[in-house]
């Protein structure tokens, strides 16, 4: 795959990808150029609720949403680097002062105005708020891929915000008309 095709794809660790910091998981790639690669892991999510994050940056929602905070999404382990940087995933109808396009359906929000917006029930329907982030230097994906460690599946709103985290993996795979079992954790090449 070459360079600038891999934003907004999705990445799913392949069974030979033995890295801790990856193992399972569905990657969306975010930023993808000749010096690099920037991703967020969409099927981690954290033991916090969005509540807890927006009270820590001194965002505080009324009092009528915090009666909604049994129903607020889980915060996301986005990867390995810079664990208390945030981002927000989202869905096109919001557009933010730092709004990245990842494709039609997919924007990524990493300002505050966006946590104000949720703290307010004014922001995104559809949103993932993600912690930390997985970054690959000039080439080392693409080394990734070429053993195997990967596999490269379209991403969707779908997969993205309605299917369970748990289910992300196996639902990309069978996008591709792949299942688990069909695969080895043993490394080859054709």
Known sequence: MQINQLAGQILLASPTLDDPNFRDTVVLICHH????????IINRPRQIDVFEVLHDLGIYMPDS???MRTHLPTVFEGGPIDNFRGFVLHDGWHIYESTMQISQELHLTASRDVLEDLGDGDGPEHYLLILGYAGWQAGQLERELSNNDWLVAPASH???FQEPPENRWEFGARSMGIERSQLSSQVGHA
């Not at 150029?33 to 967020?40: D, I």
């Open 65 to 67: 949403r915090r009666d």
């Open 158 to 160: 779908h997969i993205v």
């Open 33 to 40: 150029n000749a010096e690099g690669c920037m991703g967020l």
